[in-house]
T-cell receptor, first 114, second 114 residues
Framework: KQEVTQIPAALSVPEGENLVLNCSFTDSAIYNLQWFRQDPGKGLTSLLLIQSSQREQTSGRLNASLDKSSGRSTLYIAASQPGDSATYLCAVPSSGGGADGLTFGKGTHLIIQP | DAEITQSPRHKITETGRQVTLACHQTWNHNNMFWYRQDLGHGLRLIHYSYGVQDTNKGEVSDGYSVSRSNTEDLPLTLESAASSQTSVYFC?????????????FGPGTRLLVL
């Protein structure tokens, strides 16, 4: 059974810092990995989707890397801003391509202090 | 713009009552999913569907049922609501069964069972 772990569970940093969120998964036979953002009381917004054949994906100040062999992914946020405050979730397909759903980590709750 | 909507957004019910949560997507996606989110557990898969007339059980399906009569809708029914089913419920959809597409999430339904 796939399991996903996110470290740290919570993080508070001053504005402007670069930071790294970590995600690990137990079964390396994944098709892809997704990073989501969740604001309080809201749904999930997809940030980045990395295919198994890719090493990284970038969107603006966000960069996500994937190392399948070690079962790890990192989300790098450059020049953090108060608007980045949210919970960040990592998810991988529960099995196969993901048509049978995703397995999520419990998230990293991020606070960016102005 | 295409979207996923859920209704109601908030619901209070009593133990033993039947409750149906609605999910409607205009992406024309074949795959639809229901998750629940609880503190300490993260998001867990309840049921999913690959298309019309297809339904499958997820990790935490006991006490829940779904039916898929068209592409756009996947209602979730709690047959006899229990306090343990107090949670936030998210519906999601995706286009591909091959894991190349992201999942899009609705805004969630907050359910309280008294």
């Amino acid at each position: 059974k796939q399991e996903v772990t996110q470290i740290p569970a919570a993080l508070s940093v001053p504005e402007g810092e670069n930071l790294v969120l970590n995600c690990s998964f137990t079964d390396s036979a994944i098709y892809n990995l997704q990073w989501f953002r969740q604001d309080p009381g809201k749904g999930l917004t997809s940030l980045l989707l990395i295919q198994s054949s890719q090493r990284e994906q970038t969107s603006g100040r966000l960069n996500a890397s994937l190392d399948k062999s070690s079962g790890r992914s990192t989300l790098y946020i450059a020049a953090s801003q108060p608007g980045d405050s949210a919970t960040y979730l990592c998810a991988v397909p529960s099995s196969g391509g993901g048509a049978d759903g995703l397995t999520f980590g419990k998230g990293t709750h991020l606070i960016i202090q102005p | 713009d295409a979207e996923i909507t859920q209704s109601p957004r908030h619901k209070i019910t009593e133990t033993g009552r039947q409750v149906t949560l609605a999910c409607h997507q205009t992406w024309n996606h074949n795959n639809m999913f229901w998750y629940r989110q609880d503190l300490g557990h993260g998001l867990r898969l309840i049921h999913y569907s690959y298309g019309v007339q297809d339904t499958n059980k997820g990790e935490v399906s006991d006490g829940y049922s779904v039916s898929r009569s068209n592409t756009e809708d996947l209602p979730l029914t709690l047959e006899s609501a229990a306090s343990s089913q107090t949670s936030v419920y998210f519906c999601a959809s995706s286009e591909s069964i091959y894991g190349s597409e992201t999942q899009y999430f609705g805004p969630g339904t907050r359910l309280l069972v008294l």
